[in-house]
Each structure stands twice: as C-alpha cells, then as structure tokens.
Antibody, heavy 117, light 113 residues
Framework: EVQLVESGGGLVQPGGSLRLSCVVSGFTFSSPWMNWVRQGPDKGLEWVATINQDGSQKSYVDSVKGRFTISRDNAKNSLYLQMNSLRVEDTAVYYC??????????WGLGTLVTVSS | DVVMTQSPLSLPVTLGQPASISCRSSRSLVRSDGNTYLTWFQQRPGQPPRRLIYKVSNRDSGVPDRFSGSGSGTDFTLKISRVEADDVGVYYCMQGTHWPPYTFGQGTKLEIK
C-alpha cells in the first residue's frame, strides 16, 4: 500500500523557518519525481515545488523562489521542504504528492503550517 | 502561466441525477508528445485530494465508472452520471502540460440539494 506521511508543520513567526518532511512507503521512492502542493485556509490548491529522481532538477512557484528549497534522500525514502523567510501568506496545509503522467497520483494527509505573530 | 477556469463554482445536485463540471484553459493543453495532461481531483471534506482522472479521460484504479472525463484543446468536462452522497466535495482540474508551474482551477463545490 502506498503511503506518504508528512510532518514538521507548526506555528512560526513571520520571518522564521520550518523544515517539512515526507516519508513514503509502498513504492520505489527513487523512481518518481515528487512534489509539494499547498492549500491555504478555505482556499484552493497551489503547486509549490517539484524535484526529479536524483535531485538534480528542481522547480518552484514564483512566490517561494529564493525562500523554499525542495530536496530528497532516496536512501531514507524521504522528501523535504526547507522553508525560510516565512510569510503570513505561506499559511497552509502542505501536501507531498507523487508525480505520475505530469499529474499527482498519491497524496499524503498533509501538515499544517501557520505563520503568525 | 496557464490559467484554468472552472464552472460552475457551486453545483447543487439531486441524488441520482447527473452532474457536469467544465474546465477551460487559457491555452491548448496538447503537449509536444501529443498527449494532453489534464487531471481531475476530488477533495472530500477534511481529506486530501484524490486523483480521479488523468490525461483527460483515464480513470484511476478504484474510481467508479460513474465518473468520466472528456474534452480536448482548451475545453474539458468532468461528468458524474448519477450523483451519490459520497460525491460531496470540491472538484479541481489541473494542467501539467505547461509546467512549471502546474496550475489548478478554482474548484467546484458539489453539494446535495
């Protein structure tokens, strides 16, 4: 059974940092591209970042470029999102999702990040 | 960036009746490889999104055949042949053809009348 489990969310002040993790099981983690997608409170879905199989290719939505870094450790079946210089508008549930056919076929339950003073 | 526009944004439906959601993109979603990377997701209350349909019309495993996707170019449709109570939630379309970025529609909230 495919499982993706996010962690690392919490309450942080504007300007602060958080590191999100996503541990996966049930498939060969080193094979697919992986993504982070977020959903603000009572808002729609927004793609955040993508990373390829070996971490050599990364893409970000413009609003997080220079502040967020996506990475992965294939030996630990883990995906990460380092978030720096956090803003109130980064408040959201952050999901990790597996890439499949330029789409996302499996999602985790999400981890809530709240940026507030 | 490709803008995805869904309609309606709210969809009240009687149980057992059909439902249809439209998704339009600001440019053609046909990729250079000939495929069209248009996806539909369902998000039930309090749950993460679940993929229903990929590449316009391919149903994911376990998705009831009441759900179907169609369309081409810039116009796409998700149809539910007979709405059940379990279908309540928000439905999103997403394009992957012109990533980055992947872009989503605003979401359509389906409720039971």
């Amino acid at each position: 059974e495919v499982q993706l489990v996010e962690s690392g969310g919490g309450l942080v002040q504007p300007g602060g940092s958080l590191r999100l993790s996503c541990v996966v099981s049930g498939f060969t983690f080193s094979s697919p591209w992986m993504n982070w997608v977020r959903q603000g409170p009572d808002k729609g879905l927004e793609w955040v970042a993508t990373i390829n199989q070996d971490g050599s290719q990364k893409s970000y939505v413009d609003s997080v470029k220079g502040r967020f870094t996506i990475s992965r450790d294939n030996a630990k079946n883990s995906l990460y999102l380092q978030m720096n210089s956090l803003r109130v508008e980064d408040t959201a549930v952050y999901y990790c999702a597996r890439d499949n056919y330029y789409s996302f076929d499996y999602w985790g339950l999400g981890t809530l990040v709240t940026v507030s003073s | 960036d490709v803008v995805m526009t869904q309609s309606p944004l709210s969809l009240p439906v009687t149980l057992g009746q059909p439902a249809s959601i439209s998704c339009r993109s600001s440019r053609s979603l046909v990729r250079s490889d000939g495929n069209t990377y248009l996806t539909w997701f369902q998000q039930r209350p309090g749950q993460p999104p679940r993929r229903l349909i990929y590449k316009v019309s391919n149903r994911d495993s376990g998705v009831p055949d009441r759900f179907s996707g169609s369309g081409s170019g810039t116009d796409f449709t998700l149809k539910i042949s007979r709405v059940e109570a379990d279908d309540v939630g928000v439905y999103y379309c997403m394009q992957g053809t012109h990533w980055p970025p992947y872009t989503f529609g605003q979401g359509t909230k389906l409720e039971i009348k």
